[in-house]
């Protein structure tokens, strides 16, 4: 398991990374997941494969994980983030269009400002996010849990996300 708690990857370009063995979304996969528990990725261009990454407490403000085409023939431009705890991370502004986040925790996560157009928020939970201003617009909504959020009446696009019907409240 890669240990990258508390450090400090300011600006940094981590493209192309996978730190586990497994390519689904599995509970093996989550258990070789990265620690970046409370690290500095603030302006960092993340392309990866991190299942079940712990993200808790980092600081992503203005860091860039949306859809990224390294080559022409580049078949899944995503960034995944499946089953990654963001509980109380700072995203602030950050770009995370058409990102992989389904079963994610953003327990109490500063979303503010961030883009999530076209993002997999499948069963993701939001309980105490703020989202004031981030957008939603084609994200898939399907079992997210909207409790408690900061912000909820100032964020954008949530009539044009999918699957808002099946929002957890």
Do not use: C
């Amino acid at each position: 398991r890669t240990n990258f708690s508390g450090a400090d990857l300011r600006g940094a370009s981590l493209l192309r990374l996978s730190v586990t063995t497994e390519l689904d979304l599995n509970p093996k996969a989550a258990g070789e997941a990265p620690n970046f528990a409370g690290a500095d990725l603030s302006g960092a261009r993340i392309f990866a494969r991190m299942v079940g990454a712990n993200l808790r407490g980092a600081d992503l403000t203005g860091a860039r994980l949306g859809n990224y085409r390294l080559t022409v023939i580049e078949l899944h431009p995503h960034t995944f983030l499946e089953m990654a705890d963001l509980s109380g991370a700072r995203l602030r502004g950050a770009e995370l269009y058409g990102v992989r986040f389904a079963w994610a925790k953003f327990v109490g996560a500063d979303l503010s400002g961030a883009d999530l157009t076209g993002a997999d928020l499948t069963g993701a939970d939001f309980t105490g996010a703020d989202v004031t201003g981030t957008k939603f617009d084609g994200a898939d909504l399907a079992q997210a849990v909207f409790r408690d959020m900061k912000g909820l009446d100032r964020a954008i696009g949530l009539d044009k996300a999918l699957n808002r019907d099946r929002i957890v409240r």
